[in-house]
């Protein structure tokens, strides 16, 4: 074969791969118009009157110092809620900033019951779930709201979850989240991510029954319930602990709802470095659950798309690409209508979108994922192996 030939087919290569690119470019801005609209008709509900207000545990299982975390924790105790609320913070470090935090204002906050666990003793590879293992036997009532220690809530959330899980039927209720950035780029970037890609597909993905989530943002459910699927130390090793508890509830016969309204999730990536390693684990947990589904996501991902279709030399690249960034604002500008939230930086939305597909590519070379200071191999069926362990795998 000659040079000129294989020029040709390199060229040939480019054009096919362009129109590839530019199809699935349209088809992504398609689905973009799809979500604008499951979002405008997603409904928003949040001051709700439950029928009996039973007292509640929070488990808030904490790693380390975290910007804000005291304002975070106070707003669980401050809930517009007439029964007792007990607000259970874990850590498995006696001298952990967010230990010190916790101890700080135990004093202020004594009559909605906020109280520190530290529990050292590992009840598995998830570090998170060893944390909620060792909190469960100080946790005084049967109804129990597990939230992650970045979760940004309002005064009337208690109340909305308890009048929802009121039903008989339901086994669970989880919560959507939008993201709460910073002032330096990271954050923004990670929050624009969380704004105008995670949540409206998560919304439309909801709405079209596609999806059933059961988000660490929020899981509020019964002790007896959380008892019937084998208690947290059923998911000592798994990485998507949450998801499994969706699981784990519907397998029991149970509902998993996803209330009317959302949380907030605070961001703080201080670094590309951090910002990567966050997605990437989140990516990573989402292809363990899924593979075949995540691997049909790239359709959610149209600018790249038409930027290599448009770097191939496809024709309509340039029309399709503008009509693809156009889509993306309207999409985030619906995001922030429906839910009002602040202005995103429309101007970061191309470059957050390139990073997301380095992050999308990235996740199918390699299993690895950092998570709350370690090092994991995310295995075949979900379950995690860690530090030495990664060396033989």
Known sequence: MTIAENISDVISFAYSLGDICLLGAIIGCAFTLVACACVLSFPVEYAQEPAATPPITVLKPLHDEEPG????????????????????????????????????????????????????????????VSNLVNMMPRARYDTLVLSDSDIVVGPGYLRALTALLAKPDIGAVTCLYHGIGGAGLWTRLSALAINSQFLPHAITAVSLGLAKPCCGATIAMRRSTLDRIGGFGALADVLADDHAIGVGVRAAGNDVVTAPFLVGHRCFEGSLRELFRQQIRVARTIKSIDPIAYAGTIVTHPWPLALV??????????????????????????????????????????????????????????????????????????????????RGS
């Open 309 to 390: 279709a448009l770097l191939s030399g496809s024709p309509a690249a340039a029309l399709v690409a503008a009509i693809v960034l156009l889509s993306r604002i309207t999409l985030c500008r619906c995001v922030e209508w429906r839910f009002d939230l602040p202005r995103q930086n429309y101007w970061l939305i191309p470059l957050q979108d390139v990073v997301a597909f380095g992050v999308y590519v990235t996740s199918f070379f390699g299993a690895t994922v950092h998570w709350r200071g370690a090092d994991y191999r995310v295995m075949a069926d979900g379950t995690l192996l860690e530090g030495q362990d990664l």
């Open 69 to 128: 975390l005291p304002a975070r924790l106070a707003a669980f105790c401050r809930q517009d809620y007439d029964a007792p609320i007990q607000v259970l913070c874990g850590t498995q470090d006696q001298a952990s900033p967010a230990a010190a935090m916790v101890r700080a204002m135990e004093a202020d906050f004594a009559d909605r019951g906020i109280e520190l666990v530290v529990g050292s003793r590992c009840q598995g590879v998830n570090r998170k």
